[in-house]
């Protein structure tokens, strides 16, 4: 699974991990996050993140 990265602050949103403070389970693709999903660190929105090299 790709981790994606947020073009604002450099937070990574990693999928093994989740997102446990918004309620993401581990194992949760990028793509399959809801649509107003939001950085946990600056607050950007999902489309600012692009997928890490």
């Known amino acids: ?4 990265v947020c ?6 949103y ?4 989740g997102d446990q403070g918004a309620g993401v389970e581990p194992g ?3 793509e399959d996050l809801p649509n107003d999903w939001e950085c946990p660190v600056c ?3 999902k489309d600012e993140f692009e997928r890490e090299e």
Request: charge should be negative; hydrophobic fraction near 25%; include cysteine.
């Open 1 to 4: 699974m790709d981790k994606y």
């Open 43 to 45: 607050g950007a929105s």
């Open 28 to 30: 949760t693709r990028f």
């Open 7 to 12: 073009n604002v602050c450099g937070y990574v």
């Open 14 to 17: 990693g999928p093994e991990e």
